[in-house]
């Protein structure tokens, strides 16, 4: 299982992102999908998943803001960034597997993961 994340790069506070995770190999529809990130300095932080049912998981520090969602026939996860502020400044990866409800927000809980795409929120 491969994953390509893109669509990182340079946005004023305010501003709007898509993230987008293309999946293949594996049956992408059994697969549940998470973005983290991690900061400089920091330690690598959930911020939103979705499962193969397509129900959804947010970190409270992005409810309302951002938006995640997946496109079967694409094979596809995308997260909509909107509202952007400097703190989430961080390189986004995505990551897929087949975590049970509970560990949705566990990283340990995936075991297939995407690059990283660099988010920047200039003030």
């Known amino acids: 299982v491969q994953l390509q994340a893109s669509g990182g790069g340079l946005v004023q506070a305010g501003g709007s992102l898509r993230l987008s995770c293309a999946i293949s190999g594996g049956t992408f529809s059994r697969y549940s999908a998470a973005w983290f990130r991690q900061a400089p300095g920091k330690e690598r932080e959930f911020v939103s998943a979705i499962k193969w049912t397509s129900s959804t998981s947010y970190a409270d520090f992005v409810k309302g803001r951002f938006t995640i969602s997946r496109d079967n026939a694409k094979t596809t996860v995308y997260l909509h960034m909107n509202n952007l502020k400097p703190e989430d400044t961080a390189v986004y990866y995505c990551?897929?597997?087949?975590?049970?409800?509970?560990?949705?927000?566990?990283?340990?809980?995936?075991?297939?993961w995407g690059q990283g795409t660099q988010v920047t929120v200039s003030s």
């Open positions: 990551a897929a597997g087949t975590p049970i409800t509970s560990t949705l927000a566990a990283a340990t809980s995936y075991a297939y």
